[in-house]
């Protein structure tokens, strides 16, 4: 069973949303406060994190931030409907997911489980070696699909799930050039009705993460391909 924290001063919320994810196998604990939900978190047991925009104490942007600074868990934000903004905020700050309000449970649950997919990580398997298909090398930059690490030039890059998804999508065809459609339906699996701006803002935040290496090309009215050099 995954263990969910909920932060959202909603008290109505709750309980009836735990109900519903239960026959998910999700566990749901409430915070109302985010001082509550990060004293929780610190505590450990929590697989992913469904965080309100508008919350007591501070926003959940700073919340979110706040979250980033101490761990890669699973972010998903409940947003404003309509509001790409706050969309496109919570994605610059490192959240994996967003969800308009009002929402069905049932999209949640599918987000949810398509989150905790994306992030699950497998122990390697004992005879894994450099020329594993799970083992990417580049002049640079090493990705391990199975441990779910990126190193850069030797140090460990701490990447969210979906930051992590779409380094690997890129990655495992250098050169191949994947226009923002394509990599939200590859991502979403599903037909992307979002919106184009959210791939540029998680291009952008893996740039600055991959720095000083030059790993991601923009094709201008085309999308976006991997650059580095593919070692044996």
Wanted: with cysteine.
């Amino acid at each position: 069973m995954h263990h969910i924290l909920l932060i959202d001063d909603d008290e109505l919320l709750a309980p009836p949303l735990a109900a519903y994810l239960r026959r998910f196998d999700f566990a749901l604990e409430a915070a109302l406060r985010p001082s509550e939900g990060l004293a929780r978190l610190a505590a450990g047991g929590i697989d992913a994190v469904i965080l309100d925009v508008m919350l007591p104490e501070m926003d959940g942007f700073e919340l979110c931030r706040r979250i980033r600074r101490d761990s890669q868990i699973p972010v998903l934000m409940l947003t404003a409907r309509g509001d790409l903004t706050d969309r496109v905020v919570g994605l610059e700050l490192g959240a994996d997911d967003y969800l308009p309000k009002p929402f069905e449970p049932r999209e949640l649950a599918a987000r949810l489980q398509t989150i905790l997919r994306r992030v699950a990580s497998h122990a390697p398997p004992p005879a894994a070696t450099e020329t594993s298909p799970h083992l990417l090398r580049f002049d640079g930059l090493v990705i391990d699909l199975e441990r779910r690490s990126v190193h850069r030039q030797g140090e460990p890059v701490e990447l969210t799930g979906t930051e992590f998804e779409l380094l690997w999508l890129l990655a495992r065809d250098p050169h191949k050039i994947l226009s923002r459609d394509e990599i939200l339906n590859r991502l979403r699996g599903r037909e992307a009705d979002l919106y184009t701006r959210a791939v540029d803002v998680l291009i952008s935040r893996l740039r600055r993460k991959l720095e000083p290496l030059d790993a991601i090309k923009t094709l201008r009215n085309a999308g976006y391909t991997f650059a580095l050099a593919r070692l044996p």
